[in-house]
């Protein structure tokens, strides 16, 4: 089932999951967020160390991150992308990323069949929201991009519940791939096709289920 969505002009900012008894759900991100992170502790410390605001320079990554998935999403749409309401700062940062998506383009046949589309798990009672559903030289792809410094164990967690998604959704695909794309001149991008994520399901629904109790908990 798609879920239903609450879309900004120009580009997705906040997606609301519902089952189809309107019962609303969590996000596959929020589920995974119960997880500690480590790489992320030891970025917030640096930024201390530099006297920065970690939560500012956390933001501002976010919107740049955001912006470069929608320049991606409208370059596979064939669409002219409106990036008035951001600052020129982060579009040049968002278009370094577009151009190294642009140079893993050029290495591959890529033909989209679904993009930035929101799914619902009515077995598991968990959405997501894939970027990418298409053919890839040939092959049934699922592709995550991502815009960060590295490739982190909660990306392959991720991936594993939006291959749930679309098994729902009667979608297979051959090929499940995730494409770091740098936000630097000289950092391009990083492929890695994932394999079997049999382990990283049994993750994600460890920590759906303890999601779910400390809401009851909450909830009292």
């Not at 991150?65 to 992308?81: M, N, S, V, W």
Request: proline letters at 3%; charged letters at 30%; a negative charge.
């Amino acid at each position: 089932m798609i879920a239903t969505e609450e879309i900004a002009q120009k580009v997705r900012i906040h997606t609301v999951y519902k089952l189809a008894c309107g019962d609303r759900v969590p996000s596959v991100t929020t589920v995974i967020g119960i997880l500690n992170k480590p790489a992320l502790l030891q970025w917030a410390w640096e930024m201390g160390t530099q006297e920065l605001d970690y939560k500012a320079v956390r933001d501002r990554a976010g919107d740049i991150g955001t912006l470069a998935h929608y320049f991606i999403l409208c370059d596979l749409k064939g669409e002219r992308p409106d990036s008035s309401e951001y600052s020129q700062q982060d579009i040049e940062k968002a278009k370094i990323c577009l151009i190294h998506y642009w140079d893993w383009v050029r290495e591959h046949r890529v033909e989209p069949i679904m993009l930035e589309t929101p799914l619902i798990s009515e077995q598991y009672r968990f959405g997501g929201t894939i970027d990418f559903l298409g053919k890839v030289d040939g092959q049934l792809t699922l592709v995550d991009f991502k815009t960060g410094k590295g490739i982190y164990d909660e990306f392959l967690i991720q991936l594993s519940a939006y291959e749930q998604l679309l098994a729902e959704a009667k979608q297979f695909p051959e090929v499940t791939r995730l494409l770091r794309i740098g936000r630097n001149k000289d950092d391009h991008f990083e492929e890695r096709i994932t394999g079997k994520l049999d382990k990283q399901w049994q993750i994600f629904l460890h920590c759906l289920g303890i999601y779910n109790l400390q809401k009851e908990v909450r909830n009292g």
